[in-house]
């Protein structure tokens, strides 16, 4: 992007903070790491280490940007209860869905289980999580 924007003008970017305060991510890979070390190799904390501001100004430095800013994008997920939580888990698609979906129904249960025990649950059976986003911005010089 750098590369084709025209002086003075701006790139522009967001990423997940998925090291971070992805928590309904972050969350479920830590809980799925510990019940499985194999699991490690697809968490997404891991994989995209570079979304978290430090990288990030230093990808876009290196691209030859200057003026470069990052903002912290915090969004409220609040889940009515754990199966709200836990159903697009069950869909197949992306990483998190299809490593459930690998899963045979014992160790699925297994899993369910242990993240519905340690997910913060209010007295109404409500889930409140944070979906943090790092907006990045720079300018061509």
Request: glycine share 10%.
């Amino acid at each position: 992007m750098s590369r084709v924007v025209r002086r003075g003008g701006a790139v522009a970017a967001y990423v997940w903070d998925y090291p971070g305060e992805m928590q309904l991510m972050r969350r479920f890979w830590d809980c799925a790491v510990e019940l499985d070390p194999a699991a490690r190799l697809l968490h997404e904390g891991i994989q995209f280490g570079f979304c978290r501001p430090e990288p990030l100004r230093s990808m876009f430095t290196r691209a030859g940007l200057t003026d470069v800013r990052l903002e912290a994008l915090a969004v409220p997920t609040t889940f009515r209860d754990f199966d709200d939580y836990w159903g697009p888990f069950l869909g197949g698609q992306g990483p998190a869905p299809s490593y459930v979906s690998s899963l045979d129904e014992t160790t699925r249960d297994t899993l369910r289980d242990a993240l519905r025990i340690r997910l913060p649950t209010a007295d109404d059976g409500s889930i409140g999580l944070t979906a943090r986003a790092w907006a990045v911005r720079g300018v061509r010089g």
